[in-house]
């Protein structure tokens, strides 16, 4: 037997070395396939060259930023739909041994493409995990092994189903895949009470560099740290994750609440800063911040939109709002009382009435160009910066940003128990984002009032370094870099998604991903090989 698989091998080795410089790379890799299927006899394959009338369709499919599906951006050579986890063990042996760079696809919602496009290296293929969407909830043990290409909608709908007073503390837009989404941290409207995705994650399968199936006890802790919030696309694909579920109660309250500069918005959203992080952790304030119009015709003018999920019925929240943060004067008219899945589509911002079962459909609803990008704040910002924050805001057509609490639970748990390092001592996360519809005609002008914005905002937001979201990637982070040797550049966007987790991160993928496979414009990179030993 021993013999006989040796004698295969070096025949697939080959085999696979002759078919490259003869034949399509997708032949050479659908033969690969067929050699280590587990059903040879029934093989059929779902590879989609760009000649497969399918492949437009599968490609766009769940891509979220249309600016990374532009003609002159570069497409895959092929894209492969794995129907279980044998064949993306089989993908991974294959576009190894073949030498094709492959990218990885859940949810398909990566801020700048990643997972669907290569900057970097051609040939390229798309492992699409789209058809891999199990989810098995078992509340008995207050548990589910949830597979990598479901949405978080997806979990949240199977976890309701079966109980009304459980839940899963991780993303507010209900069509992320959990692939990507739980890989970078994934936080949501629980996550003052019971942290992010990643801190309720028990166990997992991946398929690692060596194409192996890996759980929690096979790849070891080091290994399970780092997808905890590394990042996608580094350490290997995730197969499934397994999740803790979290006590939900049967009746929750949610609330959105707007004010605009003229109606003393600025101060309210002065006082924000200090209360929406000390308040009940069982309350989440977010800020939606946005153009609006003024009272007086034609006059733009800045509206906040305070939009809330709280853990609790209506009157004791009046109470907590009461002492916690009475300047956004809250009434019980403002108040809607529902169960925690019918927060989620509220919070998602479906219509009103819209039945959880859009959930299921497993795609994102509305997609733009957009360029976005983050940052966490650690002291208060005066009343007077912000006022001259919102000139150059209101200077672009439609910029948007979110301001999202931390505090609670984000305080408790140690910078380096998982690779997403901002905890204790944050008061909360802007992101900003801005979108267009007319493609590239008027991009450059919103990427460089989103650079402009962004200059304007780093004297008010954390330094040494200016931390930002793995899960909001942005590739203007190190482009300055002068010493432009990859492993220096790396650093400047690593210190800063992980701050001093990213050394332990680099010797992790050191160690388990020494041919650098899963690799990407931001991956996780090697030590350099002096360091090496
Ligand atoms: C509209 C919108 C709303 C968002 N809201 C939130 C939010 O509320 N909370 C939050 O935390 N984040 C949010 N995000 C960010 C989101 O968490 C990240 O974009 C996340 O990476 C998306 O995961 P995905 O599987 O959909 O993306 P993909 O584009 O499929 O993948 C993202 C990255 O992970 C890699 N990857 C994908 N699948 C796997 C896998 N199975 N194994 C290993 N690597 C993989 C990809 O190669 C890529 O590098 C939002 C994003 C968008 C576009
Ligand atoms: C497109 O690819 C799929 C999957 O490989 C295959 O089933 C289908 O027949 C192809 N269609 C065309 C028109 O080639
Ligand atoms: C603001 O006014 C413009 C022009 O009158 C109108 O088209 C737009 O819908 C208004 N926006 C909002 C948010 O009310
Ligand atoms: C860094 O290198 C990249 C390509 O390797 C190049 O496009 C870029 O201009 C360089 N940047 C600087 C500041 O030299
Ligand atoms: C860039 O950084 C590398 C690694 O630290 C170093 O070896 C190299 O000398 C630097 N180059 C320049 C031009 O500073």
Redesign the pocket.
Known sequence: MQFLWFTLASFVVLLSVSLTTSVPIEEAFNHCLKLHSQTPNQFSSSIYTSTNGSFTSILESTA?NLRYLLPSLPKPDFIYTPLDDFQVQAAVICAKQLGIHM?????????EG??YVSLIEKPFMVLD?AKLRAVNVDIAHNTAWIQ?GATIGEVYYRISEKSSVHGFPA???TT??I???I??????SMMRKYGLGVDNVLDAKIVDANGRVLDRAAMGEDLFWAIRGGG??SF???LWWKIKLVPVPQTVTVFTVTKTLEQGGNKVLHRWQTKATKIDEDLFIRVLIQPGNGSVPGQRTVTTSYNALFLGGSDRLLQVMKHGFPELGLTRKNCVETSWIKSVLYIAGYPDGTAPEVLLQGKPTSKAYFKAKSDFVREVIPEKSLKTLWKIFLQEDGPLMIWNPYGGMMSKIAESATPFPHRKGVLYKIQYVTGWLDGEKSMAKHMSWMRKFYIHTTPYVSKYPRETYV??RDLDIGMNQKNNTSFVKAWSWGYRYFKGNFNRLVKVKTKVDPSNFFR?EQSIPLLPTAKRG
Do not use: F, K
């Open positions: 979220q990218r990885v696809r859940s949810g398909g919602h990566d801020y990643l997972s995990l990598a993303g507010l837009c992320l895949g692939g990507g989404h890989t970078g941290g994934a936080y949501g996608g696309g290997g694909v995730i899960n909001y990407h």
